[in-house]
Nanobody, 120 residues
Framework: QLQASGGGLVQAGGSLRLSCTASGRTVTYAVGWFRQAPGKEREFVAVINWIVGSTFYADSVTGRFTISRDNAKNTVYLQMNSLKPDDTAVYYC????????????????WGQGTLVTVSS
């Protein structure tokens, strides 16, 4: 029900925009982006409240990443600027039916992930 796209290979300092599109009747309160680098645990990146648009970011991406939504297209975007090699990971979007949270355990639906590779 969630389709993530937009990953790819980019040089350090470059930009990418990820998209997360919901299909079907997905009841959504918030959509979050998470990432998992090789050998590391999955970590929170950003979250947006689907209704009012409130956002919150991990400290590591604040000022560089922007999460936004297009309700008409059922799509959430993650604009990533000033990318660093440490941003290399598989990025997942997820939807929560009830909570606006950084806790991945509170999310009900997950996309398949899209790989972002940042070269130095």
């Amino acid at each position: 029900q969630l389709q993530a796209s937009g990953g790819g290979l980019v040089q350090a300092g470059g930009s990418l925009r990820l998209s997360c599109t919901a299909s079907g009747r997905t009841v959504t309160y918030a959509v979050g982006w998470f990432r998992q680098a090789p050998g590391k645990e999955r970590e929170f990146v950003a979250v947006i409240n689907w209704i009012v648009g409130s956002t919150f970011y991990a400290d590591s991406v604040t000022g560089r990443f922007t999460i936004s939504r297009d309700n008409a297209k059922n799509t959430v975007y993650l604009q990533m600027n000033s990318l660093k090699p440490d941003d290399t990971a598989v990025y997942y979007c997820a939807a929560s039916k009830k909570r606006w949270t950084t806790d991945s355990n509170s999310y009900d639906y997950w996309g398949q992930g899209t790989l972002v590779t940042v070269s130095s």
